[in-house]
């Protein structure tokens, strides 16, 4: 009786200082990473918590590791938002979108040639920088827009992204977001161009973050002192 009741302190003992996570069991996790909910992101690094394993995504965002299955796995690209995100039981396959981290610099590091997002998607998200325009040259926003980007047309007061096919609907107008926020078209105008510090244009699977409001694109504005926030 008393071996036993030594054996079991023994096993207890062992237990506790077992390595976190030593108690799940191994399974070959695969994944994609993406952004704005559909872009693709490579060479984002996902290690595993429990055994420090890591590997890169590939240009598709997929990726493969050797993990537990209540394991927990960082992701990490140097101009998005680090994440964790713990596996539940029984799952094999995840899907984690990455966030971008506010500020010019880490857009162009996200598109630059060493960047995470391929050439092929790069298209899907334009910039205008107060770093590459001055904007307070022109007297309308409309003005500071127009020509710059690829696919963007301009008539009056009416921005389509979609091209020449879209123009004389009223349903293809673009989404204007000021600051991070839904703006009607009266506002979008009043903006004065000297307040202008970034123009982003979303097409396609970039603008999707916005729901079927962002479906004929998005026009994105940073305003200097971000007076819509």
Same mark, same amino acid.
């Given at each position: ?11 207890? =003992? ?152 879209? +123009? ?13 926020? +839904? ?15 970034? +123009? ?5 699977? =970039? ?23």
């Amino acid at each position: 009786m008393k071996l036993n009741v030594k054996l079991m302190l023994l096993m207890l =003992a062992i237990g506790l200082f077992l390595p976190e996570g030593i108690c799940g069991q191994e399974l070959l996790l695969r994944g994609r990473v993406t952004t704005y909910d559909s872009i693709p992101l490579m060479n984002v690094e996902v290690t595993a918590k429990s055994t420090g394993a890591e590997v890169v995504t590939d240009s598709l965002g997929k990726f493969a590791l050797e993990c537990l299955n209540d394991d927990k796995l960082i992701f990490n690209a140097k101009s998005f938002k680090r994440k964790t995100v713990n596996l539940k039981e029984d799952e094999t396959f995840l899907d984690v979108n990455l966030e971008l981290k506010e500020g010019e610099r880490y857009l162009e590091l996200a598109l630059g040639p060493d960047g995470y997002i391929r050439e092929a998607d790069k298209q899907k998200v334009s910039t205008i920088n107060d770093r590459k325009v001055d904007f307070s040259m022109y007297s309308t926003i409309y003005d500071a827009l127009r020509g710059r980007v690829a696919g963007v047309n301009i008539v009056g007061d009416i921005v389509y992204i979609r091209g020449q096919t879209t +123009i004389g609907s009223g349903d293809a107008e673009a989404l204007f977001v000021v600051d991070g926020v +839904i703006v009607s078209k009266f506002v979008f105008s009043s903006i004065p161009t000297s307040d202008i510090q970034n +123009i982003r244009v979303l097409k396609g699977s =970039a603008a999707s973050i916005y729901g079927s409001r962002g479906g004929n694109g998005v026009i994105e504005v940073d305003t200097k002192r971000g007076k819509f926030k």
